[in-house]
């Protein structure tokens, strides 16, 4: 073999190596959410924990799912992705359960569970951490992208940001231009 073929087969070995690597972290945005409600479950009994609004952005790569709150792109919390054929939710009007678009994921980092349920209209997410009898759930609803300000206020006045109740207005901050 000749230097030249070498290192061709050196280049392609690389690429192959290396490709999972470089597109681990391509993770695509797929909406911002904002927190609706957080409540601490705790044996029988359910107590609301005052909390002011808080923006997440979500993203994926397809096999993992990244929250992180806007504004702190250093810190987040990446759950692995193991239902993504839909969500069962009751009705409002009660009956039978219905099937929305939507994916289930874990994470289970220094002992502390995750649960994440994420559809275009929601997000829960339910935390047990591993040496409590605590459990808590935070509910998010759907909030418009910051990318696009503009037709925010018209979308988001024509049930773009919907929950199973109301809706929600998103933070001045997700409003602004980037």
Not at 54 to 64: H, Q, S
Not at 110 to 124: A, D, K, P
Not at 138 to 149: L, Q
Request: glycine residues 8%; hydrophobic residues 35%.
């Amino acid at each position: 073999m000749g230097r030249r073929t070498i290192i061709w087969i050196f280049y392609i070995v690389t690429c192959v190596i290396l490709s999972p690597v470089a597109t681990a972290e391509d993770f695509k945005h797929v909406g911002d959410y904002l927190l609706k409600s957080h409540f601490k479950l705790t044996g029988d009994k359910l107590t609301q924990i005052p909390t002011k609004p808080i923006a997440f952005r979500v993203f994926t790569d397809g096999v993992r799912i990244k929250v992180m709150t806007e504004g702190d792109d250093e810190s987040h919390t990446t759950f692995d992705i193991y239902r993504s054929d839909g969500i069962g939710r009751q009705r409002q009007g009660g009956g039978a359960l219905e099937v929305v678009p939507g994916l289930q994921a874990t994470s289970n980092t220094g002992g502390v569970i995750r649960h994440l349920r994420l559809s275009r209209e929601s997000m829960t997410l339910t935390t047990f951490p591993g040496v409590s009898d605590q459990t808590i759930i935070s509910y998010s609803v759907a909030a418009e992208p910051k990318s696009n300000p503009e037709s925010s206020a018209e979308a988001h006045s024509s049930s773009a940001v919907k929950s199973e109740t109301s809706a929600v207005a998103p933070p001045p901050s997700l409003l602004k231009k980037p």
